[in-house]
């Protein structure tokens, strides 16, 4: 079986043993269909994304509570539950799952215009990288660096609260939607590395500061308040 899922699981395993008692990452969903014709949202996991789902789950350490949210779309809420049944199966503690709009496309103003934009844009990419720039029309999409810090914000939320044991929330959402985060954020490259099924971004609060950490690079102090535009990127 692939390694998709992988870099999300270290990440998550190096935080804790860094002595974060909460965490929070930033998950895609697993292996989905791409059905001609059908509204990109609507489209299932498949069989060998479930898999990868409990293979996720199966592989989390156990000393963790885990409880999650997800975009809408059945995708995503059908990763979280896949995941968190088999972290339960394996002996870990779990809470619940529920949908939460904020994972979804709610910077989409326009769907069918930001469709539209990324096909004359030749990509994902390239619409990203104009959208970061302030470059898409404003009835299409939310400005990116609020729709970047309005996910950050609603994790960091969540992680305010206190546990009685180390704990982490899973954060279900779409590929664009970490693209997004590590562009606007993290200042990583709107070409660089795809993301994959199942990889991720992790956020934890340390030394009175929000932190946020990809794959791709060391972690960085961000801002989740909407009246600072500026990227952050204080290296760690």
């Known amino acids: 079986m692939s390694g998709y899922g992988d870099s999300a699981l270290e990440l ?17 969903h697993s292996a989905r269909t791409f059905k001609d014709g059908l509204h990109d949202l609507d489209n299932q996991l498949t069989d060998e994304g479930r898999s990868l789902c409990l293979r996720f789950g199966q592989r989390l ?5 885990l409880r999650a949210y997800a ?10 539950q ?6 339960e199966a394996e002996g870990g503690a779990i809470t619940r799952h529920r949908p939460v709009e904020a994972l979804g496309v709610f910077y989409a103003l326009d769907q069918m215009k930001m469709w539209k934009g990324m096909e004359a844009a030749g990509g994902m990419a390239n619409y ?13 999409m939310m400005p990116a660096q609020w729709a970047a810090r309005l996910v950050l914000a609603c994790m960091a939320e969540k992680l ?3 546990v009685a044991r180390p704990q982490l ?28 099924f199942l990889d991720g971004l992790v956020v934890w ?27 952050q990127g204080d290296g760690a």
């Open 61 to 65: 350490p156990k000393d963790l509570t």
């Open 71 to 80: 975009s809408p779309a059945h995708r995503c809420l059908e990763t979280a």
């Open 128 to 140: 990203l990288q104009s959208w970061v720039a302030g470059a898409v029309p404003a009835d299409a």
């Open 160 to 162: 305010a609260a206190p």
């Open 12 to 28: 998550i395993s190096e935080a804790f043993a860094d002595g974060v008692d909460h965490a929070a990452v930033l998950l895609r």
């Open 82 to 87: 896949l995941i968190l049944e088999a972290h």
């Open 205 to 231: 609060q340390a030394e009175g500061a929000l932190w946020l950490k990809s794959q791709h690079g060391p972690p960085q102090r961000v801002n989740a308040e909407l009246s600072d535009q500026s990227n």
């Open 169 to 196: 929330d899973l954060h279900v959402s779409h590929d664009f939607t970490l693209h997004l985060l590590r562009s606007a954020l993290l200042g990583e490259p709107a070409d660089g590395p795809p993301v994959e």
